[in-house]
């Protein structure tokens, strides 16, 4: 064990304060904002288990560790390369949450979009910034979002004007050094797309070091009047990172957002999603796929609130829990007073492949209007032994066999994928994980 | 030549001895219909010779062209050419009804040291044989067997079998569910299927079947063993007579 790894006897919050005072002297509008968020962590402290929202998932092992806040870091391409999706759209890469201008795409600018970093603009317009991150950010974060907040350097602004409708999706790659250790990342993107815009954004969680680290990353998200955007979360961190994201979505009428939750990586991961549609017409679809295998613990806890009359939102999420992997899924749909004719529908289907995998799902329904549709269904099963007879009866071995219904119980979420070069990756990432299938 | 010899056949499902003792020997260009009521083992014993797990063979063997049948896994059967007709062929929703015929075949075809078809070829190769079976081609596109109705899926398992071209062949109650016309259309790819070097072993019900494809034997099959056989005119008395007296003939003998 590394001398790093020695876990410390000061609380969790004293030790963040320290790299904190480490890190900020200055007293500008967005220190001060800075500060105000640690001290609301520390305050609140790491999440437990007896708070109902994180019940399955256990926060100990994250706690105990300390993370330094990462700085930028020079490092070179080709050894992050080879882990990009190719063509995938306008690249920007943050590496330990540090925009990399030399690795992103160059000319990024297209007609009707802005895309800026944060910390270009925090080291030029420190109150903006603060004046910005407070506007653009949830009313009550919670502690962990509240820890991003207090360390975040860098991460990516993207403003779409009114009927914008960029040709390309935007490819955000959040990437480790291999040479990062024992580091926290704090990358915020914001998206702000403006009436009747369009795009899509694609954030791609990849590391190969070795060692821990920990992503707090944090992406808020305006879905302006009848505006859409397609969100893709692709988590692919090494075994032994931890992973924490927090996604919050406001749906403006008539808008359309949709988000695709690929939970691949990490040793411990959780995503908290929230999705607020707060006029008619708002609609948001979230597809989800959480495949742990080994000891992965992936968990996605999503929200939607239909704060609006007339909204709908359609959920499908599949969990396949290989080995001794842990998968949790929870989804919570309010439909306030207001609601009336919503439509929410919720699917969550699990495939367990082993004796000591689990799944854990759980749909939390708060209705308080009367006049909705809301639907929920939940199943959690293994391989069905007698489609894997015949697929074995019709020539296909058994690994090929396996391979392609593991596949097939992935395609609805798979076949949701839109862009060619994500969906071909995801389809890769498949095979590596469960064998060809063909 | 023989194509399956059934020698002594003791299978077991959980704890309930299912055939006590079955014989049959079924030569290459043969058709055999094994009848029986209910719950006589009809099914076991088809599914035991595709391979399906959950059976103990407590005694007794199976050779397929006097090789060790029972010794292979499933897809080994499959690839040394014996096809199962399911009854109730299954749904699997998110594999395209095409991907599995080609997987199929090219699997079937590598192990025989056969070049893979291209996609043409295949597919040239697929309608061909989806315009003797009155299919559509939007069956390809859809899911295998997803949302079929029951004489589709009956069609479906035809299809296959005339893609993978099997030397032994066995239908599991490949006429239950079906009408008149959908009948005839399986009967007649089974029929366009019968070759001298082909063995078709149709397990069914009813006498109906027999009508559209002619056997050359029928047994049946009743408690677990064979009590009688025939040619076919042994069906139509069945048809007459119904099982009891066969039963009883056994149970004197």
């Known amino acids: 064990m590394s001398v790093m790894t020695l876990q410390e006897s000061r609380p969790a919050g004293e030790r963040y304060r320290a790299e ?87 000319g990024a600018q297209l007609p009707g979009m802005t895309l800026l970093t944060l910390k270009q603009w925090s080291e030029h317009e420190p109150a903006a910034v603060a004046a910005f991150i407070a506007q653009t950010s949830r009313a009550q974060p ?27 999706p935007i490819y955000i790659v959040h990437q480790w050094s291999d040479a990062a250790a024992q580091l926290m990342s704090s990358p915020r993107v914001v998206v702000r797309a403006a009436a009747n815009s369009r795009c899509t954004v694609i954030e791609h969680f990849i590391g190969s070091t070795a060692s821990e680290c920990f992503t707090n990353a944090v992406a808020e998200i305006e879905v302006g009047t009848g505006a859409k955007v397609e969100h893709y979360r692709i988590q692919q961190e090494s075994t032994r990172a931890f992973h924490i994201g927090h996604v919050n979505v406001r749906v403006q009428q008539d808008g359309r957002y949709a988000s695709h939750d690929i939970a ?34 992936l968990d996605s806890h999503t929200t939607i609130d239909h704060a609006a009359a007339h909204t709908s939102s359609d959920e499908n999420y599949r969990g396949i829990a290989g080995e001794r992997g842990r998968g949790i899924f929870n989804g919570k749909v309010i439909v306030r007073p207001d609601a009336q004719k919503t439509d929410a529908r919720q699917s969550s289907r699990n495939l367990l492949l082993a004796p000591g995998a689990e799944i854990d799902t759980k749909p939390e329904l708060e209705i308080y209007a009367n006049d909705v549709k809301c639907s929920h269904g939940a199943t959690t099963g293994q391989l069905d032994g007698t489609a894997l007879f015949y697929l074995r009866s019709r020539g296909l071995d058994e690994t090929a066999a396996r391979a392609l219904l593991i596949r097939a119980f992935a395609e609805s979420v798979v076949s949701s994928v839109g862009p060619p070069a994500v969906r071909s990756h995801l389809e890769k990432l498949l095979d590596e994980r469960y064998g060809k299938s063909s | ?48 010779l595709a391979g399906r797990e959950g059976y103990d063979v407590t005694a007794g063997s ?36 095409v991907y599995l015929l080609k997987a199929g075949l090219n699997a079937l075809r590598q192990h ?23 299919m559509d081609e939007s069956f390809l596109n859809r899911g295998v067997n997803e949302g079929f109705s029951g004489g589709e899926k009956k069609r479906n398992e035809i299809l296959q079998m005339s893609v993978l071209e099997p030397a032994l062949a066995l239908l599991d109650e490949t006429d239950s569910g079906l009408d008149i016309d959908a009948l005839r259309v399986v009967a007649n790819g089974v029929n366009s299927l019968r070759r001298q070097d082909r063995a078709i072993v149709m397990v ?17 099959l009743s408690g677990g063993r064979i009590l009688k056989s025939g040619d076919k005119s042994l069906a139509l008395e069945l048809e007459k007579r119904g099982y009891d007296w066969v039963k009883q003939e056994a149970a004197a003998a």
């Open chain 1, 264 to 297: 691949l990586g990490a040793s411990l991961a959780r995503l908290n999603l929230g999705t607020v549609l707060q006029g008619p017409g708002a609609h948001v679809d979230l597809h989800g796929l959480l495949a742990p295998l080994a000891t992965q613990h």
């Open chain 2, 112 to 134: 025989r040291g056969l070049p893979e078809l291209d996609a043409f070829e295949f597919l040239s190769l697929v309608r061909e044989k989806m315009k003797l079976m009155h």
């Open chain 2, 1 to 48: 030549m023989s194509m399956l010899k059934i020698d002594n056949l003791h299978v077991r499902a959980g704890d309930k001895q299912v055939l006590h003792g079955v014989s049959l020997e079924v030569g290459a260009g043969e058709v055999h219909a094994i009848m029986g009521p209910n719950g006589s083992g009809k099914s076991t014993l088809v599914q035991v």
């Open chain 2, 204 to 220: 069914t019900h009813y006498q109906r079947l027999l009508d559209y494809i002619e056997p050359d034997r029928v047994h049946v």
């Open chain 1, 142 to 168: 919670s502690a962990l979002e509240d820890l991003n907040l207090a360390f975040f350097e860098d991460g990516v602004v993207l403003d779409l004007t009114a009927g914008a409708s960029p040709d390309q």
């Open chain 2, 62 to 97: 199976v050779s397929y062209q006097g090789r060790d049948l029972l010794a292979l896994p499933p897809e080994a059967r499959a690839r040394e050419g014996v096809f199962l007709a399911f009854q109730y062929p299954v749904e699997i929703p998110g594999v395209n009804n």
């Open chain 1, 20 to 106: 904190f005072d480490a890190r900020w002297s200055a007293s500008d509008a967005l220190v001060e904002l800075r500060r105000a968020a640690l001290e609301r962590f520390v305050a609140a402290g790491f999440p437990t288990q007896r708070q109902e929202d994180w019940k399955y998932t256990n926060l100990r092992r994250l706690e105990a560790r300390t993370f330094a806040p990462a700085t930028s870091t020079a490092v070179a391409l080709d050894a992050l390369e080879q882990h990009w999706i190719a063509n995938a759209g306008i690249r920007i890469v943050l590496v330990n949450g540090h925009w990399m201008p030399a690795l992103s795409s160059v």
